[in-house]
């Protein structure tokens, strides 16, 4: 049992190493010839360098934290810490010890590659906010992972195998009210105002009335204090459905690009993307209760690890590494209908008849956000969300057209 999972953690960190080998030598691949004018000469060397380097450390915290947990399993560490036989003692003991690890091997790359967004001119970060982010970040990753934890233990000690059902239902619950409050959740981080009255504000508005589309708010989100990068979104659902703009889009985009933006983010919503991805998150959530409940059921499996009995806190960790194996297969699906939804969203501004500003607005979008224009193809086809620049070019090209 030890063993199978000390291989399964080793096998993680090699295959991690491998895709960022894919990575790191797909910088030098030839840029497509539809996205040819996005960098000129001089910044795209520069990107070459900035994308290495982040590919490189990203290569070495993965390293690192396998390596963390490979040592740390192998030794049975998690056992020293957590002795004795109380239940929740233990298990919060665990969890605690596994979280303030993480997140220090986590502060320590972030910090790293906040460095290297700093040397190329994309941090806008403050020492305050980088701090506070990781603070708050932890608070309510471990106030959630234990809260939930022992919700899981009452729930399985009083009920036994009937958790399954209970435990689903719960997550389920979990996810809509959190998906539901979201809105209300990011105003922990960001700062959001209502986007002003004007040309922007009552064309988006238009939009959304052709197609019936109703929404709390369009609103603007303090998104430079961190980053000079865009991104638009929707976010919440029923009466909290609201549009956040970044204040970078509205910066970097013309009135007309940020509609193309703003129709193709329309698109997700008219083909109800965001709830087919809390569906797939919702089918890894299932896959891992499933996992802890398999688990749980066997109180002899924490015993090769030098545990007594069973311990909570330990199990979850398990779980993890299984998880991460999970989800690469997982991913591959997932990823895959993703993209999919992306050209449908795309074909969506392109009827509006924002094609062209589409183009224009993705080139600008792919320039501030120095994105890789020719990445490898198999890490696209294995892991990508989007499809790349080239491709959804090429997609609106074509859907422009067929419909003139
Ligand atoms: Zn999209």
Known sequence: MKILILCLIALLAGW????????????????????????????????????????????IEKT??????????????FAGIAPGSGVYGPMIAVILFDSILETVVDVIFSYLSMGIEEKYGFNKTTMDTFF????????????????????????????????????????????????????????????????????????????????????????????????SKSNAYFTGFGKTKTIVLYDNLLKALTT??????????????????????????????????????????????????????????????LTGVYMSIFEIG??????????KAEFRADAQAVDEGYGDALVSGLKKLAREDFAQLS????IVRLMYSHPTLSQRIAAIEKRKAEKP
């Open 64 to 77: 690192v934290s396998s390596l963390l947990l490979y040592v740390l399993i192998r030794l049975n560490v």
């Open 330 to 339: 997982y991913g591959i699906l997932t990823s895959r209908a993703q993209r």
């Open 256 to 317: 007309e690009e940020i509609c193309a933006v703003f129709a193709h983010e329309m698109g997700h919503g008219l083909h109800r993307d965001t709830l087919k991805n809390q569906i797939y998150s919702l089918g890894s959530i299932a896959m891992l209760a499933i996992l802890m409940w398999l688990h749980a059921r066997t109180p002899a499996s924490c015993t090769p690890f030098g545990f007594e009995g069973l311990n909570y806190g330990f199990i979850y960790i």
């Open 375 to 378: 990445p490898d193809p198999l």
């Open 16 to 59: 991690h190493l491998y895709i960022g080998y894919r990575d790191y030598k797909s910088t030098d691949n030839p840029i497509p010839f539809n996205v040819l004018t996005v960098y000129d000469r001089t910044t795209y060397k520069k990107w070459q360098r900035y994308h290495k380097e982040h590919v490189g450390l990203s290569m």
């Open 132 to 227: 506070m982010d990781q603070l708050k970040s932890f608070a309510i990753g471990v106030v959630l992972n234990i809260a939930l934890m022992s919700i899981f233990v009452a729930i399985h000690r009083a009920m036994g195998d009937w958790i399954l059902v209970l435990f689903a239902g719960l997550i389920l619950l979990v996810v809509l009210l959190i998906s539901f409050l979201f809105p209300y959740l990011s105003g922990i981080f960001n700062k959001f105002t209502p986007l002003e009255d004007g040309e922007l504000r009552q064309k988006l508005t238009e939009l959304l009335e052709k197609h019936g589309y109703r929404v709390r708010d369009i609103t603007v989100m303090d998104a430079s204090r961190r980053t």
